[in-house]
C-alpha cells in the first residue's frame, strides 16, 4: 500500500489533495509554498481523476472559491502563506458561520507586515482564536514531517466534513521546503455525485429538486436571538471536538521531570534538544501538540503534576504559551523560548535555553 | 346573466396570469418601487419555463437583495460583499452542468467586487451575471455607489458628487464589454411592461448561453431605489429615464455570438 518517495512537503500536500479525491483546488502564488498550485498545474488531475484546478485573481478570490465549491458538497482546498491567509480571513469566518467543509494550508513566513519568507510560526493566535471576525473555530493540524504533510491533507477533510468545519493545516516554510521521504498513499477515487447527496444531502446546494426544500448556503441570521442559538450550536460543536479529536505526540515523557512542548517543525528541532538533554542525564521530554486547536489542555494538566517545569518552543515571540500557561493554571513555571522574524532556533541553542529559563531558576 | 360570472372568474381555464412556483410565498422586504421585486420575478420566471429549478444555484450578494434566497425556491449561496462572482467560478466548474448565476447590486459589483467581476469575465466563466444598478448603496441607507451619477446627493456626497472629491461615475459594463471572456453584455431596465419583456428576454438568452458555452453572459438592469432616492416611485421611473440612461443607456452592448467581435478569441 502506497509508494515510497522523495518529496518537497509542498509537493506532498498537492499530491495528497489529488490522491484523497480533492475536487477542487483553487490558490493564488506566495513564497514559501507557491510548489503546491505549480504542482498540481505539472500533474493535470483534471486529466486523471477530474479535478478542478484553478489559479485565482487574489487570496479573496481563492478563499470565497472555496466557499461556491464547498457550499456544493464538494471536496475542495486552498493554501497561501501569512500574508495572504490574513486577506482571507473575512471568508474564513463566512465559511465557518455557514459550516462548510473545506480545507486551508498555511504555510506560515515571518511576519509582521510583507515580513520575510522565511519560516515562522507566528500565525499562532490567528490560526487558533479563529482568525477573522466572530466567534468561531477551525480545526488545526500542525504537521512535523513530510509525512504528515501529506497524510493531514486526508485528515483534514475527513474532519472537515465530519463537523462541517473549515480544517487548517498550519505548517511553515521549513516543513514546506524541505525533502523528505513519504509514503503517497493510494488513489481514492473522487465523490460521485450520489455520494454527495448522502453524505451532504441535507445542506449542499447541488439544485433543488422536488422532493426537498432549498438549501442555502449562507451564515447571514438577522435576528439576534437566532443568531445566539446559531452561535450556541457552534459553541457545542466545537466542545465535541474538543472531546474527540484532541491529538498529540509525546517523546520521553514516562519518566521527565521537564517538559518542553512544542508543534511542527520547532517539535523536530527540540527532539533533538531533549536527546541532549537526556545525554547529560537531565530527564526532559516533550509534547508535540498535533492538533494546535483543540489544544492537548487536558494532558498538559496531568503532566503538570509529573514535571517541575515547562517550556514552550516556538518560532514567535510566545504565542502557544498561553494556552500551556492557560492548561497548567499556575501550578508550575511556564516559560517561552522562541525565535522571531523567519530565525529557526538550533536544538542546542534551545537546550540552553531550556537549562537557563527552567533548570536554573532552581 | 354575465359572460362570467364572479364564481367562473377564478377557474383555472379562465387564469390569464399565475405566479410562477419559482417565486415563494414569503412577503418581499424592498421597498415599494424597488426594481429588485421585478428583477427576481422575471428570474424566476425564465427559471419555470427553461425547467431548470433543480439544476440552478443563485449567488446573491451582500446588499438590499442579500436575502434572495427567501423569494426565489432554488438552491443559493450567500456570498460575501462582491464575492459573488468568485463563488459562481467554482461552483460552475465543479458543477459544469448546473447553471449559476449572480445578482448582485453595484456597490457589491463595481465597488468591493470589482476584482473578482473582472476576473470572473475575463476568465470566460460559463456564468450569468445579473447587475442591479440602482446608483446607490441602497441596503446601508443611501451612501454613494461607484455608480453614483455627478450631481447625485446621496448621504456621503450630500452635496451631490463632484469629480474632484468623488470621481466618475463607473460605467463597469462598458470596461466588461472589452473582455474577450464577456460573451454577452447587454443593459436593460424594468420599468415598464414593455422593458420587463425585453429584460426578461435578455435573461433567458443569458441563461441559454450557458448551455452554449460561450463565456459570462452580463445582464445590467438599471434599477430605482425610491427610497435611497428619496422621491416616490413614479418620479423615480421618470428621473430614471431622464438621467440614468443619460450615462447608461439601454440596449445590447456586445453579442459574441452574433458579431464574434473579439480580436483574441479566433
Ligand atoms: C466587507 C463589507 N463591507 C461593507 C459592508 C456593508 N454593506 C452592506 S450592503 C452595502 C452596499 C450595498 O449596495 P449595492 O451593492 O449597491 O446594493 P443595494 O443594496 O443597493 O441593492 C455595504 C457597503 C459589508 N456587509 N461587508
Not at chain 1, 455557514?98 to 511576519?111: Q, S
Amino acid at each position: 500500500m502506497g509508494e515510497l518517495k522523495l518529496r518537497k512537503g509542498n509537493e506532498a500536500i498537492a499530491e495528497a489533495a489529488i490522491r484523497f479525491g480533492c475536487d477542487g483546488y483553487f490558490g493564488y502564488p506566495i513564497t514559501p509554498q507557491s510548489e503546491i498550485l505549480e504542482t498540481l498545474m505539472v500533474r493535470k488531475p483534471w486529466e486523471t481523476t477530474g479535478m478542478v484546478v484553478l489559479q485565482a485573481e487574489s487570496e479573496v478570490a481563492a478563499i470565497n472559491m472555496i466557499y461556491g465549491g464547498a457550499s456544493c458538497g464538494k471536496r475542495v482546498m486552498t493554501t497561501s502563506s501569512s500574508p495572504g491567509i490574513s486577506l482571507m480571513l473575512e471568508g474564513v469566518s463566512y465559511l465557518a458561520g455557514a459550516e462548510l467543509p473545506c480545507l486551508i494550508v498555511n504555510v506560515v513566513r515571518g511576519g509582521p507586515g510583507l515580513g520575510t519568507i522565511q519560516p515562522s510560526q507566528a500565525d499562532y493566535f490567528q490560526a487558533t482564536k479563529g482568525g477573522g471576525h466572530g466567534d468561531y473555530q477551525l480545526i488545526v493540524l500542525a504537521p512535523a514531517s513530510v509525512q504528515e504533510m501529506h497524510d493531514f491533507v486526508g485528515l483534514g477533510f475527513d474532519l472537515a466534513f465530519k463537523y462541517r468545519i473549515p480544517s487548517l493545516i498550519l505548517t511553515d516554510g521549513v516543513i514546506g521546503q524541505m525533502m523528505e521521504k513519504v509514503i503517497v498513499a493510494d488513489q481514492e477515487p473522487r465523490w460521485t455525485d450520489e455520494q454527495i447527496q448522502e453524505i451532504s444531502g441535507e445542506w449542499a446546494t447541488t439544485g433543488k429538486t422536488k422532493d426537498r426544500e432549498q438549501n442555502i448556503a449562507t451564515s447571514l441570521i438577522l435576528e439576534a436571538e437566532e443568531m445566539e442559538k446559531h452561535n450556541h450550536k457552534l459553541q457545542a460543536k466545537y466542545r465535541e471536538i474538543e472531546k474527540n479529536d484532541v491529538r498529540y505526540e509525546e517523546f520521553e515523557t514516562e519518566d521527565a521531570e521537564y517538559l518542553m512542548v512544542a508543534y511542527g517543525s520547532s517539535a523536530r528541532i527540540c527532539q533533538k534538544s531533549v536527546e541532549i538533554a537526556r545525554e547529560k542525564g537531565i530527564k526532559l521530554g516533550l509534547l508535540r501538540p498535533i492538533t494546535v486547536w483543540p489544544f492537548p489542555t487536558i494532558r498538559l494538566a496531568e503532566l503538570a503534576n509529573q514535571v517541575k517545569g515547562m517550556l514552550s518552543v516556538e518560532m514567535s515571540a510566545g504565542q502557544m504559551v498561553y494556552d500551556v500557561k492557560l492548561a497548567i493554571n499556575g501550578k508550575i513555571p511556564v516559560e517561552h523560548f522562541g525565535r522571531v522574524g523567519g530565525m529557526v532556533p538550533s536544538p542546542g541553542e534551545v537546550f540552553e535555553a531550556f537549562e537557563k529559563l527552567i533548570l536554573g531558576g532552581k | 346573466m354575465s359572460l362570467l360570472e364572479i364564481k367562473n372568474i377564478i377557474n383555472k381555464e379562465n387564469l390569464v396570469y399565475s405566479k410562477t412556483k419559482v417565486v415563494t410565498d414569503n412577503v418581499m422586504h424592498y421597498c415599494p418601487g424597488c426594481s429588485h421585486g421585478v428583477v427576481h420575478k422575471i428570474i424566476a420566471e425564465v427559471i419555470d419555463e427553461m425547467d431548470i429549478q433543480d439544476k440552478t444555484i443563485g449567488i446573491s450578494p451582500v446588499g438590499c437583495s442579500v436575502l434572495a434566497y427567501n423569494y426565489l425556491d432554488i438552491d443559493w449561496q450567500q456570498a460575501a460583499h462582491g464575492r459573488a462572482p468568485a463563488l459562481a467560478t467554482a461552483a460552475k466548474r465543479l458543477m459544469p452542468n448546473h447553471y449559476v448565476f449572480t445578482y448582485q447590486g453595484d456597490g457589491d459589483l463595481a465597488s468591493i467586487g470589482t476584482a473578482e467581476i473582472m476576473h470572473a469575465c475575463n476568465r470566460g466563466e460559463n456564468i450569468t451575471v445579473i447587475f442591479i444598478n440602482n446608483a446607490i448603496y441602497g441596503m446601508t441607507g443611501g451612501q454613494m455607489a461607484p455608480t453614483t451619477l455627478l450631481g447625485m446627493r446621496t448621504s456621503t456626497s450630500p452635496e451631490g458628487r463632484s469629480v474632484d472629491l468623488h470621481g466618475y461615475p463607473l460605467k463597469i459594463t462598458e470596461l466588461i464589454a472589452q473582455l474577450p471572456g464577456a460573451a454577452y453584455v447587454t443593459r436593460q431596465s424594468v420599468h415598464t411592461p414593455a422593458t420587463v419583456r425585453k429584460a426578461k428576454k435578455a435573461i433567458r438568452k443569458g441563461f441559454e448561453n450557458q448551455d452554449k458555452k460561450i463565456g459570462i453572459s452580463f445582464i445590467e438592469i438599471v434599477s430605482t431605489c425610491p427610497s435611497g432616492w428619496k422621491i416616490s416611485p413614479v418620479e423615480s421611473n421618470k428621473w430614471m429615464e431622464e438621467h440614468m440612461f443619460k450615462l447608461y443607456p439601454p440596449g445590447d452592448i456586445k453579442d459574441s455570438e452574433k458579431a464574434d467581435e473579439d480580436p483574441y478569441k479566433k
